[in-house]
């Protein structure tokens, strides 16, 4: 049964990044864009598990992200 007192309202923009549990599992990711999708056509966002850090750029070229 849904708790519906825990149920939020998300407000999703154009270019937004979601970030969802490191525990969700890529269906549920699918899932969730799909809805997306349904609910604000065109919309396009980035969905990834997290947390997410931000890397400097020694970081991202030791990983092999060499940006030009």
Known sequence: ???FDAVQRLNVED???LVV???TEHED????????????PGCK?????GPLAKLDFGDMNKLGW???
């Open 1 to 3: 049964m849904i708790d």
């Open 15 to 17: 270019g937004d990044l």
């Open 21 to 23: 549990p490191e525990s």
């Open 29 to 40: 990711m699918a899932l969730l864009g799909e809805a997306l999708h349904l609910m604000t």
């Open 45 to 49: 966002v980035v969905i990834v598990r």
């Open 66 to 68: 060499y940006r030009a």
